[in-house]
Nanobody, 126 residues
Framework: QVQPVESGGGLVQAGGSLRLSCAAS????????MGWFRQAPGKEREFVAR????????YYAEPVKGRFTISRDNAKNTVDLQMNSLKPEDTAVYYC???????????????????WGQGTQVTVSS
């Protein structure tokens, strides 16, 4: 089992940056694809970005493409989300998730993830 814990959320002005980090316990962290999702008030949880187990393949939702960067360090069991040029519509609780092995790409659906963190709040003021 790999349990993720997010950190790094906060309040930032529009145009600013934040870096979220996810630390995951478990000796087999490097075996799993990882993803970031977010959920705004009154909305469903949505895909943000994901990264393959070795970090070689990344994929982003259209609204964040070019502004967000997902990365991982398998030696430290961490996956980060660098968020630049933040907009008020990026305001949400951000969740780190551990992908299920062998379910096939693209890993943009919630059902393709087995373990979830508790979430970290990101608020972007206008």
């Amino acid at each position: 089992q790999v349990q993720p814990v997010e950190s790094g959320g906060g309040l930032v002005q529009a145009g600013g940056s934040l870096r979220l980090s996810c630390a995951a316990s478990g000796r087999t962290f490097s075996s799993y694809p990882m993803g970031w999702f977010r959920q705004a008030p009154g909305k469903e949880r949505e895909f943000v970005a994901r990264i393959s187990s070795n970090g070689g393949i990344t994929y982003y939702a259209e609204p964040v493409k070019g502004r967000f960067t997902i990365s991982r360090d398998n030696a430290k069991n961490t996956v980060d989300l660098q968020m630049n040029s933040l907009k008020p519509e990026d305001t949400a609780v951000y969740y780190c998730a551990v992908g299920k092995v062998g379910v096939g790409w693209p890993y943009t659906d919630l059902t393709q993830y087995a373990y979830w963190g508790q979430g970290t709040q990101v608020t972007v003021s206008s």
